[in-house]
Each structure stands twice: as structure tokens, then as C-alpha cells.
């Protein structure tokens, strides 16, 4: 995948991951990762909950190790990386974040009317 495609990857898990942590937990604090992708070095600020700091750090390694130039939803590909555990966890961040997301953009609508 592209660089500009893996960054943006990176900021949708950013975005999901901090909705979810901001509404489900209440002990969040600031992290940080620093990451190579052919040959760009990235530095990701994050304000998530230790457990969803360390999940979003696995997502990212394995999207870092994704062998698929156009890459597929991970949902979709034929050879998944993530263990069985791991991703629904995952799922369900963006499954509860994307509702919550898509709501607050419909909302906006009908308050700017």
C-alpha cells in the first residue's frame, strides 16, 4: 500500500479507537508510537487507556506487516493476520465508534438546518 494510504489507515484507527476510549473509559492518558514505513518515519500522539493504547499497537504492526499492496478490509482478506481474540476486539471498537461517528454527522445536519 501506498505511504499516504498506511497514514491514512493509521489516523481512521486513530480516530475510532479515541471515540470508543473517550465514551467507554475514563482513564485515559497521552502515548505515543513512532513508526517506519518504506522509508517515512511517522510519529502517532494518542490520547487512548492503556489497553486500548496497547490494542491500537498491534493494529498498526499488523498493518505495518500487510502484504497486500491494494489492501482489503481485514474483514475480507483472504489470508487474516489478526488472532480470533484480537480482532473482535477491534471490530467491536469500530463497529460502536463508526455508529457513534456516523450519528454525530447526521446530527450536525439537522442542526445546522
Known amino acids: 500500500m501506498t505511504v499516504e494510504k498506511f497514514h491514512t489507515e493509521v489516523m481512521t484507527l486513530k480516530r475510532f479507537f479515541e471515540t470508543y476510549c473517550t465514551s ?19 510519529k502517532y500522539d494518542f490520547n487512548l487507556c492503556d489497553d486500548s493504547f496497547e490494542l491500537i499497537t498491534y493494529a498498526i504492526e499488523k498493518l505495518l506487516e500487510c502484504p ?12 487474516p493476520c489478526y488472532e480470533k481474540s484480537k480482532y473482535k476486539d477491534v471490530a467491536k471498537i469500530m463497529k460502536y465508534s463508526g455508529i457513534k ?3 454525530s454527522r447526521i446530527k450536525k445536519i439537522f442542526v445546522d438546518i
Open 24 to 42: 467507554k473509559h475514563h482513564n485515559s492518558s497521552s502515548h505515543y508510537i513512532l513508526v517506519e514505513y518504506k522509508g517515512q518515519k511517522f
Open 68 to 79: 497486500h499492496e491494494i489492501k482489503p478490509r481485514c474483514r475480507s482478506c483472504p489470508s
Open 101 to 103: 461517528l456516523g450519528l
